[in-house]
């Protein structure tokens, strides 16, 4: 009955969006699993840097033209560079260094809420209903539990799932340069690539920092630095899962994802597209398992269907 009421174009632009979304949704999951899997021979920063050079690179062997620009509308870039990509994927690979890829998916997944506030907020969109804030409460009291994971002595370390937090409310602020950039109607592969042009500008200074503190010396394990023993480095690349793992971030997770993404929220609308991702904490879970062989506890099952009931219960309209 929906569709009966929307014009043919239309329904090719939802497929189209909603195609996308899905299939981004479904990669995204996998990330915290392949990036968990990668922390045991690099650092979160060493990932983070060669996945989105990595991107670069394919995003310019798809498009290779340059992409001009008003200076006004620079800052957009930037800002989603640095919000998206360079705090959002740090933050997030830390986080999953802290605690389990389980736990990172399932508090991440709640940055939709964030993109709804910051939709009202700065773009006057009506998004905070007394669904909504039911659905945050119900999100919030679910990863908590997911947090204790059943864990009753309190000698828990809360800095991953802090930083996994942090990364979504990130992600709400990315979401909004996505729907300025789209409303200027580029070539998506070429927004995307200038995102990350910035994201990799502004992961520059890490590295420095890293050197100058003595973070990157031979057999360090500080999540910020980048190995240049000769030794370390044959043995780590010439490991092919670390190559399958580091491709499928680049060019998979970031390169096509990215870009696609993109294109979902063009078509879908920004808020629509986000509610997406409520469903990617259901993928890693499942791929933690069997690749990691993660477990949840029954506290932390709770928890995992309270936060996700909770941001279902956060989309429910009135309707007219």
């Keep these: 009955m929906l569709f009966a009421t929307i014009s043919p174009m239309t329904k090719n632009r939802f497929a189209v969006g909603l195609f996308f979304a899905s299939v981004s949704v479904f990669i995204w999951g996998i990330t915290f699993v392949s990036t968990k899997y990668l922390l045991h021979s690099f650092s979160a920063y060493e990932i983070l840097l060669i996945r989105f050079l990595l991107a670069y690179a394919g995003l310019w062997i798809l498009r290779p033209k340059m992409l001009h620009l008003e200076m006004r509308n620079e800052i957009f870039f930037l800002l989603a560079g640095f919000s998206g990509v360079t705090a959002y994927q740090f933050m997030e690979n830390l986080a999953i260094s802290y605690t389990s890829a389980s736990n990172v998916s399932i508090i991440v997944s709640i940055c939709p809420i964030f ?27 679910g990863i908590a539990l997911v947090s204790f994971n059943g864990v009753v002595v309190l000698h828990l370390s809360p800095k991953g799932d802090f930083l996994a937090l942090g990364a979504a409310l990130c992600w709400g602020v990315y979401s909004l340069c996505v729907s300025k950039i789209n409303s200027l109607n580029l070539d998506s592969i070429q927004a995307t690539r200038r995102i990350f042009f910035w994201a990799v500008i502004l992961m520059l200074p890490i590295a420095l920092f890293s050197i100058v503190t003595g973070a990157s010396k031979p057999g360090s394990s500080s999540q910020i630095a980048m190995i240049f023993s000769s030794a370390e480095n044959a043995a780590r690349f010439s490991n092919p899962l670390n190559w399958m793992n580091l491709a499928f971030l680049g060019l998979g997770a970031s390169a096509f994802c990215f870009a696609a993404w ?17 469903l990617i904490p259901v993928v890693t879970i499942i791929f933690a398992y069997f690749a990691l062989g993660e477990s949840i506890s029954f506290m932390g099952a709770i928890g995992a269907a309270l936060t996700i009931a909770g941001l279902f219960v956060s989309e429910i309209k009135k309707r007219d």
């Excluded at 993109?262 to 409520?278: E, F, K, M, W």
């Design 115 to 141: 993109t709804a506030i910051f939709s009202q907020i700065f773009l006057k969109e009506k998004n905070l209903t007394p669904f909504f804030m039911l659905g945050f409460l119900l999100a919030i009291f």
């Design 262 to 278: 993109n294109i979902a929220c063009d078509a879908l609308g920004t808020v629509r597209a986000t509610v997406g991702i409520y």
